[in-house]
């Protein structure tokens, strides 16, 4: 992919020297137990400790007075088991949260709290939406309101709203969906305009986040006719120009790589301002039986050329070498090539040099590369449990001795959890990327119904690919210039 033309505006807090984010992860990485909400994202909880127990809060099972001191007596019982306990928050824990209520409990409980800062719902928002909550001319304040009042609150939330109307800035409300044409009402009523812009972000930051503009006049109707999903936040007011956010802004692309290889892709996709959703439809695995793998190995310097077709075979190969208590002398004076810049890279990283690599990045690439190469070459390709045997044959009909050898495999994955079904179900036009034969044939079979249905669009890697999709009736939108 092409570099794109990004400016980046990091926030650091209210200090430089607070490193907030810095404190927040490092308290993630100490956690024994992190009890979350339900709307903390995937990609937050990964950097959570694999060994440290996850509890998810789910409000639908307490009533809503009794709900943070539900939490925060749970947390006590935590706490009190000698673990180092996290509360993970979505959001800015001090910001509609219920944090004084999870507090209650910990406090009579004499147990020692730290706090340490979000973002608020509201600062995400105008983030996605790609608009400022503030500015000298439009917008000289911002309030943070509630469009959902807790049940038994004295202060009547009329009086806020009419406070509010009046204050010539941006009014971000929470939770505003449920009672939407209320809140509106009672704001036009109290004197501001029916013409003031509302924008709104609804499940901000997830793969099926969705913006709107619409007027405090309409935005009851709106709401209703275009089915905006809770959690939202609705920004009245303010400055509603919207800046260029990329290319991909506002485009959900599904990313099919296998866990812990989409981080490329994804950093890609975001930077052109697309939404990603990774859905892996393969896990890739060691051989079934190692002992083929491990027979080249022993004899590595026997072979002039050493041939790796993919970043998970260079992986495969380095693991199994490691294991025989052997590193890069053991290759002797064999060369090697890469059936592309991504598996060069990966080589290069381990400290390997790549001798070729061809224009063409697949097999027939690699068999141009060596149509001169005089005959009686030692080669040993190093490969997938299963694939095109085009360049195997190549070598052998120019006189060639061939090795080939399975440094992984790929399982593809049986069935999606159901929240992702529920997201996929949901998904509007997205792109899905294919960047295998194997991948095509999972999504296929897992993602078939919604792809042909709802005419998703499909990003192939590479004319291969594109076959691959081909043989099973579907025609690629798009296909990578360069695999």
């Known amino acids: 992919m092409s570099p794109v033309e990004t400016v980046i505006f990091v926030g650091a807090g209210p200090g430089a020297a607070d490193l907030l984010t810095l404190r927040a992860l490092d308290r993630l990485k100490r956690a024994e137990v992190v009890v979350h909400d339900r709307l903390v994202h995937a990609d937050v909880l990964t950097l959570v400790p694999a060994s440290a127990e996850r509890i998810c809060i789910d409000r639908t099972d307490v009533t809503d007075i009794d709900a943070g001191c539900h939490t925060g007596e749970l947390l006590v019982r935590l706490a009190r088991d000698g673990r180092q306990v996290v509360r993970l928050k979505g959001g800015d824990p001090t910001v509609f949260a219920r944090l004084a209520e999870e507090l209650e409990p910990l406090r009579h409980a004499g147990i020692a709290v730290e706090i340490v800062p979000g973002i608020t719902a ?106 905006w999903q809770s959690p939202a936040v609705l920004l009245v007011g303010g400055t509603v120009e919207p800046i260029s956010k990329g290319s991909l802004a506002g485009r959900l ?176 036009a997205p792109w899905l990327t294919v960047t295998s034969g194997a991948i095509a044939e999972a999504a296929i079979r897992l993602c078939g119904p919604w792809i042909r249905l709802h005419r998703w669009k499909i990003a192939s890697l590479s004319p291969v690919t594109s076959a691959a999709l081909r043989r099973f009736g579907l025609e690629p939108t798009a296909e990578a210039i360069e695999a």
Not at 266 to 273: I, L
Not at 370 to 392: E, H, K
Request: some cysteine; aromatic content about 4%; charged content about 20%.
């Open 122 to 227: 509201a600062l995400a928002a105008a983030a996605a939406a790609g608009i400022p909550l503030t500015s000298r001319g439009a917008a000289s304040s911002l309030s943070l309101v509630t469009g959902h009042e807790a049940r038994g609150k004295v202060e009547p939330h009329d009086l806020t709203l009419t406070g509010l109307a009046s204050l010539p800035g941006t009014i971000a409300v929470y939770m505003g969906i449920e009672r939407i044409a209320s809140w509106s009402k009672r704001l036009i009523e109290a004197g501001r305009p029916g013409t003031t812009p509302v924008t709104v972000v609804s499940r901000c930051s997830w793969p099926d986040q969705r913006l709107a503009t619409t007027t405090l006049a309409a935005c009851g109707d709106d709401a209703e006719r275009e089915g």
């Open 253 to 428: 692309v599904i990313v099919t790589r296998p866990a812990g290889q989409e981080g490329e892709m994804v950093s890609c996709v975001r930077s052109a301002g697309g939404t990603c959703l990774h859905v892996p439809m393969l896990a890739i695995a060691p051989p079934v039986d190692t002992a083929p793998l491990d027979a080249v190995i022993a004899r590595l310097g026997t072979y002039d050329w050493i041939v790796f077709a993919s970043r998970n075979g260079v992986c495969g190969f380095l693991d199994r070498l490691r294991a025989a208590g052997l590193d890069g002398r053991a290759l002797g004076t064999a060369r090697i090539a890469a059936i592309g810049t991504a598996t060069r890279r990966s080589l290069e990283d381990a400290g390997y040099a790549c001798d070729r690599v061809p224009d063409t990045f697949r097999s027939e690439g690699l068999v141009e590369v060596f149509a001169g190469t005089p005959r009686g070459g030692r080669f040993l390709l190093v490969r997938a449990d299963r694939g095109r045997d085009v360049l195997r044959r190549s070598l052998e009909a120019s006189g060639h001795a061939v090795d080939e050898v399975a440094a992984y495999r790929s399982v593809p994955v049986e069935q999606l959890g159901a929240a992702t079904e529920r997201l996929l179900a949901a998904a509007k």
